[in-house]
């Protein structure tokens, strides 16, 4: 593969990302962006995580996490836990609103996904699904 090809191929990778990003935002009306959404869905599969857990599980930033983490305390869609064996330690736990907020979420990317991968094959679509799949192995 040319040098070129490469960067081209990253270049349009990223343009269907922030694409899918711009259109997640404007249709999604909760303020809350991607990153909030996939913390709570972190904690609706794996239940009280500490922070640093959930940043390394998502690859984000400590600091990004605890600025995503304060606002969905402050939303009342996840809360902070003390552990009772050690006080230093704190976790983050969703609340029910938050489940809700995760199964809204998830019913908006539904209709999101339909508009974006309905003008592929179902053929397209897995074929995408491996060749990202494979990729993430990789990198």
């Given at each position: 593969?040319?040098?070129?090809?490469?960067?081209e191929l990253i270049h349009s990778m990223d343009q269907v990302t922030n694409?899918?990003?711009?259109?997640?935002?404007?249709?999604?009306?909760?303020?809350?962006?991607?990153?909030?959404?996939?913390?709570?869905?972190?904690?609706?599969?794996?239940?009280?995580?500490?922070?640093?857990?959930?940043?390394?599980?998502?690859?984000?930033?400590?600091?990004?996490?605890?600025?995503?983490?304060?606002?969905?305390?402050?939303?009342?869609?996840?809360?902070?836990?003390?552990?009772?064996?050690?006080?230093?330690?704190i976790y983050l736990a969703i609340t029910d609103d938050g489940i809700e907020?995760?199964?809204?979420?998830?019913?908006?990317?539904?209709?999101?996904?339909?508009?974006?991968?309905?003008?592929?094959?179902?053929?397209?679509?897995?074929?995408?699904?491996?060749?990202?799949?494979?990729?993430?192995?990789?990198?």
């Amino acid at each position: 593969m040319k040098e070129q090809t490469i960067f081209e191929l990253i270049h349009s990778m990223d343009q269907v990302t922030n694409n899918l990003i711009i259109q997640w935002n404007k249709q999604f009306k909760e303020n809350l962006g991607i990153s909030h959404i996939l913390v709570l869905g972190h904690l609706k599969r794996n239940g009280k995580s500490r922070p640093s857990d959930i940043a390394k599980a998502l690859g984000l930033t400590p600091p990004s996490l605890t600025h995503l983490s304060e606002k969905l305390v402050q939303r009342k869609l996840a809360v902070r836990l003390v552990d009772e064996n050690d006080r230093r330690i704190i976790y983050l736990a969703i609340t029910d609103d938050g489940i809700e907020m995760v199964k809204k979420a998830h019913n908006e990317g539904k209709a999101l996904r339909g508009s974006l991968f309905d003008r592929l094959t179902e053929q397209e679509v897995q074929q995408l699904l491996v060749i990202y799949e494979k990729l993430n192995r990789f990198v």
